[in-house]
Structure formats: structure tokens, C-alpha cells
């Protein structure tokens, strides 16, 4: 069966990208470890910042790859060099991706008490007025 679309007005012209962009959303709208906040810092500076407690900086990686930021995270595994009465925190893997907006850049990362920010600028947008002239 094939899928509506709303992107199929003959009136939005090069919006088909945005089709993919919610794509890869719902992709990930189900994860939910680790959790994370996002909040507005100062201006058009936005904090995404992942609870990430267990985890070193040399355990993490962040990425950008097209406009998705992904973040991994994967813990050295040295149960067999300790002996548990009790494991309850579990030495678990995770991939977080953020489908960031065209123009957005990266500008920091730094952990602090088991959490991970990473600052996100957004663009000002430009008003643009052109004329085009007809031959």
C-alpha cells in the first residue's frame, strides 16, 4: 500500500527531505535510555544534556553525521576482573540521535556530574528579499 504524503503539493517545492527528517524521528522516539533534557541556555544556544552516570569521556563519542547528531556511549565490560554480590547497574550500550536543523552547529561538549551537555547554536535567520528579473 503505498503512503500518503503531504510533501506532495505541487506547492511545496524541495520540501521531500522533510519527509526523511520525520522518517528518522519516529525512529528514534521509542528509545529511551539514557534520558536527556534540552533546554534553551542563552540566545540561540540550545543544552542537550544525557544522564550518562557510570559512563568516562573516553567511554562516549559524539558525531555529526549529515544532520543528525548521534551520540554513543559504550562501558569496558571488567566484571570478570571483579567479584558482584549484587549487579544492579548494568555496563549497557546506547546510540542517541538528534535530527539537528540545517545550519546548526555543534559548538561544545563537557561532562559534569554524570551528565553530558553538548551546546547546539542555532543560526539567526536572514530575511532575504530578491528580485528577479524577467528576460
Same mark, same amino acid.
Given at each position: 500500500?503505498?503512503?500518503?504524503?503531504?510533501?506532495?503539493?505541487?506547492?511545496? @517545492?524541495?520540501?521531500? &527531505? *522533510? /519527509?526523511?527528517?520525520?522518517?528518522?524521528?519516529?525512529? +528514534?522516539?521509542?528509545?529511551?535510555?539514557?534520558?536527556? +533534557? %534540552?533546554?534553551?541556555?542563552?540566545?540561540?544556544? @540550545?543544552?542537550?544534556?544525557?544522564?550518562?552516570?557510570?559512563?568516562?569521556?573516553?567511554? *562516549?563519542? %559524539?558525531? =555529526?553525521?549529515?544532520?543528525?547528531?548521534? =551520540? #554513543?556511549?559504550?562501558? &569496558?565490560?571488567?566484571?570478570? &576482573?571483579?567479584?558482584?554480590? #549484587?549487579?544492579? %547497574?548494568?555496563?549497557? &550500550?546506547?546510540?542517541?540521535?538528534? =535530527?539537528?536543523? /540545517?545550519?546548526? @552547529?555543534?559548538?561544545?561538549?563537557?561532562? /559534569? +556530574?554524570?551528565? *553530558? #551537555?553538548?551546546? =547546539?547554536?542555532? !543560526? /539567526? !535567520?536572514?530575511?532575504?528579499?530578491?528580485?528577479? +528579473?524577467?528576460?
Amino acid at each position: 500500500m503505498a503512503r500518503l504524503s503531504i510533501f506532495n503539493s505541487p506547492f511545496l @517545492l524541495g520540501f521531500d &527531505q *522533510l /519527509e526523511q527528517v520525520f522518517d528518522k524521528v519516529s525512529k +528514534n522516539a521509542g528509545e529511551g535510555y539514557p534520558p536527556y +533534557n %534540552i533546554e534553551q541556555i542563552e540566545g540561540a544556544t @540550545l543544552r542537550i544534556s544525557l544522564a550518562v552516570a557510570g559512563f568516562f569521556k573516553k567511554d *562516549l563519542s %559524539i558525531t =555529526v553525521e549529515g544532520s543528525q547528531l548521534i =551520540v #554513543h556511549g559504550k562501558q &569496558q565490560d571488567d566484571s570478570e &576482573q571483579k567479584a558482584f554480590l #549484587h549487579r544492579g %547497574i548494568a555496563a549497557r &550500550q546506547f546510540v542517541r540521535k538528534f =535530527v539537528l536543523a /540545517e545550519g546548526m @552547529l555543534v559548538s561544545d561538549a563537557h561532562m /559534569e +556530574n554524570g551528565l *553530558l #551537555h553538548i551546546d =547546539v547554536e542555532r !543560526p /539567526e !535567520p536572514q530575511d532575504i528579499t530578491r528580485t528577479i +528579473n524577467i528576460r
